[in-house]
C-alpha cells in the first residue's frame, strides 16, 4: 500500500512540475549595443508577465557576426525560433528559399495593414505572403554639431553648392567636415545612396539596385564625380576604414568632426551632454527636378521556417507588433514606431517623420535594396573608391561584371 501510495504521490509531482513547465523561445538578435538591447529585454519581461507560460531566451550577437551567423542558422534543423532582421530585399532574399514562416495568422483577421502603414506591405512580402513583422523605422539625415555651426555662422545648407561651401569653412577652422568609419562597409553606401538619389532620382536608384541598369552607366558614374569633389578636398576623416561607425561616431561627439551622415541610431550612442547639441538636415540638393527622395531602412523579426516553437514564436510576435510594445521601444529609443497608432515619441522623432512626410518618395538602404552578394561588391567598391578615387573605372567594371554574373542581364 505504501509503495502504491508514492507511486501515485510522484505522478502526481511529475504532473504538477509538468504544470510549471514553461514552453520556450529562442530568439536571436543583433541588437548589441546597451540601449537597444536594454529596450528588447524590458520587452522580453513584460511579454513573460503576461504570458507566464512562456520563457524567452534572448541569444545577442554583434551585429556584424550577426549578419554572417544568420545564414547558418535558418537552415538548421532546429533553427531559432525568431530572429531580429531587416525588411526588403534582405528579407526577401531568405523567402525566396523557403526559408521563413509565413506571418499571416499573427494579424488575424483584420490583418497586416490594422497594425502598420500600407505602405511598408511590399517591403514585408515575398510573393504575396507576409514573412516580415516591422518593428521601427528611422531616418538618415546629416548628423551636425550645432556649436560649431554657430561659432562658425553655418546656416545648415540646402544645396549641394552650400553644403561645399560649409564644408569648406569647417576644414579652415581645423575641424573635420565629415566623420565615417567604413571598417565594416555599409557607411559608404548612405553616401552612395543619397548621391544617386540626388543625381539620377529615385526610379533609376531603385532599377540600379534590382540589376537593371549597367555600373558602367554614364549615370552612375555621375554620382561618384559628386562623391570625389567630397574625398579630393579631404573633406572625410582620414582612415576611415581604420574606424567601425561608432568609433568614428567619438569624433562628433568630441568636437573634432562636424557632420556625420548617419542613421537616427546615432542618438544610441551619443552621451547624454552632446545630445542636446546634435541636429540633423536631410541630403542636400543637387538636381531639385527629381524630388527629394529620403533612406527609411524598417527592423523588425523574422520566424524561421525550421522554428522549433513556432505557435510561441507567433505569439510573441503579436505582442511585438501591438501599440504598447512598439511605443514602448520607440520611446526607449527615440524611434519612430511601425505601429501605425503610435505617435512620435519625441520632438526629434517628430522632425524625421517631418521631413520624411514632406519627401516624395523613400527607399530601404543600398544593402537591404539589393542581392546581398551584389550588396557586398558594391560596398567593397565604395570604401575603395573614396580611399582610391583614381581606380573609378577599374572599380565600376568590376561592379558591372558582378551585376551580369548575379542578374545574368
Given amino acids: 500500500m505504501r509503495k502504491v501510495t508514492l507511486v501515485v504521490l510522484g505522478i502526481v509531482l511529475l504532473l504538477g512540475f509538468a504544470g510549471l ?3 520556450t523561445i529562442v530568439l536571436n538578435s543583433y541588437m548589441s549595443d546597451p540601449a537597444p538591447k536594454a529596450a528588447l529585454e524590458q520587452l522580453v519581461q513584460n511579454f513573460e508577465a503576461a504570458n507566464p507560460d512562456y520563457s524567452v531566451v534572448v541569444n545577442t550577437f554583434a551585429h556584424e557576426d550577426f549578419k554572417t551567423l544568420l545564414r547558418t542558422w535558418l537552415p538548421m534543423e532546429k533553427a531559432p525560433d525568431v530572429v531580429t532582421w531587416f525588411a526588403g530585399e534582405r528579407m526577401r532574399y531568405f523567402a525566396s528559399q523557403g526559408l521563413l514562416e509565413p506571418l499571416s495568422t499573427v494579424f488575424g483577421e483584420d490583418g497586416f495593414t490594422s497594425y502598420f502603414p500600407s505602405s511598408f506591405k511590399s517591403s514585408c512580402e515575398y510573393g504575396g505572403e507576409t514573412y516580415f513583422l516591422p518593428q521601427s523605422w528611422y531616418w538618415w539625415g546629416v548628423y551636425y554639431r550645432k556649436s560649431i555651426f554657430q ?4 546656416q545648415v545648407p540646402v544645396t549641394w553648392a552650400q553644403f561645399l561651401n560649409a564644408c569648406d569653412k569647417i576644414k579652415s577652422a581645423s575641424y573635420i567636415p565629415i566623420t565615417i568609419g567604413t571598417k565594416y562597409l555599409w557607411t559608404a553606401a548612405g553616401w552612395f545612396d543619397y548621391l544617386d538619389l540626388r543625381v539620377n532620382g529615385f526610379s533609376f536608384h531603385m532599377d540600379l539596385t534590382a540589376g537593371k541598369i549597367p555600373y558602367t552607366d554614364p549615370r552612375v558614374k555621375k554620382v561618384f564625380e559628386y562623391w570625389g569633389q567630397l574625398v579630393a578636398k579631404d573633406y572625410f576623416i582620414k582612415d576611415h576604414a581604420a574606424y567601425s561607425w561608432q568609433e568614428a561616431a567619438n569624433y562628433l561627439f568630441t568636437g573634432k568632426a562636424a557632420m556625420y551622415l548617419m542613421g537616427q541610431f546615432i542618438f544610441d550612442a551619443a552621451p547624454e551632454a552632446v545630445k ?12 531639385g527636378s527629381l524630388g527629394l527622395y529620403e533612406e527609411t531602412p524598417i527592423d523588425g523579426f523574422m520566424i524561421p521556417a525550421n ?19 512598439q511605443e514602448s521601444f ?3 529609443l527615440g524611434r519612430l514606431a511601425a505601429n501605425k497608432d503610435v505617435a512620435p515619441p519625441d520632438v526629434q522623432a517628430q522632425q524625421g517623420l517631418d521631413m520624411i512626410l514632406a519627401s516624395d ?5 543600398y544593402d537591404r535594396d539589393t542581392n546581398p552578394e551584389m550588396a557586398t561588391a558594391g560596398m567593397n567598391g565604395f570604401v575603395e573608391f573614396m580611399m582610391y578615387p583614381d581606380r573609378l573605372d577599374s572599380i565600376l567594371q568590376q561592379l558591372e561584371n558582378k551585376r551580369l554574373e548575379i542578374f545574368g542581364k
Avoid at 307 to 325: P, V
Fill in 151 to 154: 561659432s562658425l555662422g553655418i
Fill in 276 to 287: 542636446s547639441d546634435l541636429g540633423f538636415f536631410r541630403v542636400p540638393v543637387i538636381d
Fill in 21 to 23: 513547465a514553461k514552453q
Fill in 330 to 332: 520607440a520611446v526607449q
Fill in 307 to 325: 522554428a522549433t516553437n513556432k505557435d510561441g514564436a507567433k505569439l510573441f510576435l503579436k505582442y511585438i507588433a501591438s501599440k504598447e510594445a
Fill in 361 to 365: 518618395g523613400v527607399s530601404q538602404f
